[in-house]
């Protein structure tokens, strides 16, 4: 009997470290599944911050270019100016040419702040939305 008794305890050990066993398991691999999902979120958030930063780093490289662009041509129609203020032969002449550069440039400004402005804008709007759709990805996670 006492063999019998040792058998049935042997047994009963083994289900127990069976299924001990199997719930250390089973934490292990919700463990591993909790640390896979956080590494891919912020594989993720890193990705979309990665793609604002492109989005931004091309879009004021273009904007700087754009903006020394008209650097050359306000400093050209500056010279131009000059260089035609040399040849007034009166005062009337050269508060007429003064006038006229004076006109031609406020246009220029202003349609150069214009351009810049929109361009400053669609960056703005470019760089926003790759941070959308994390968030957007975030929250949706989260729900």
Same mark, same amino acid.
């Given at each position: 009997?006492?063999? &019998?008794? &040792?058998?049935? #305890?042997?047994?009963?050990?083994?289900?127990?470290?069976?299924?001990?066993?199997?719930?250390?398991?089973?934490?292990g691999?919700? @463990?591993?599944?909790?640390?896979?999902?956080?590494?891919?979120?912020?594989?993720?958030?890193?990705?979309?911050?990665?793609?604002?930063?492109?989005? @931004?780093?091309?879009?004021?490289v273009?904007? +700087?270019? #754009?903006?020394?662009?008209?650097i050359?041509a306000?400093?050209?129609?500056?010279?131009?100016? !000059? +260089? #035609?203020?040399?040849?007034v032969?009166?005062? &009337?002449?050269? !508060?007429?040419?003064?006038?006229?550069?004076a006109?031609?440039?406020a246009?220029?400004?202003?349609?150069?702040?214009?351009?810049?402005?929109g361009?400053?804008?669609?960056?703005t709007?470019?760089?926003?939305?790759?941070? #959308?759709?994390?968030?957007k990805? !975030?929250?949706?996670?989260?729900?």
């Open positions: 009997m006492s063999e &019998s008794k &040792s058998a049935r #305890q042997a047994e009963k050990r083994i289900t127990e470290l069976s299924g001990a066993t199997r719930e250390f398991a089973r934490q691999a919700d @463990f591993a599944k909790d640390v896979s999902d956080r590494t891919k979120a912020t594989a993720e958030e890193t990705n979309t911050a990665g793609e604002a930063y492109a989005t @931004f780093a091309s879009g004021a273009e904007f +700087h270019r #754009q903006w020394i662009e008209m050359r306000n400093t050209n129609a500056t010279l131009d100016f !000059v +260089h #035609q203020v040399l040849g032969k009166s005062p &009337s002449a050269f !508060v007429e040419l003064s006038a006229e550069h006109r031609k440039q246009e220029a400004f202003a349609e150069q702040a214009r351009h810049l402005t361009m400053a804008q669609k960056l709007t470019d760089m926003a939305a790759p941070m #959308q759709a994390g968030m990805n !975030v929250f949706n996670k989260a729900a």
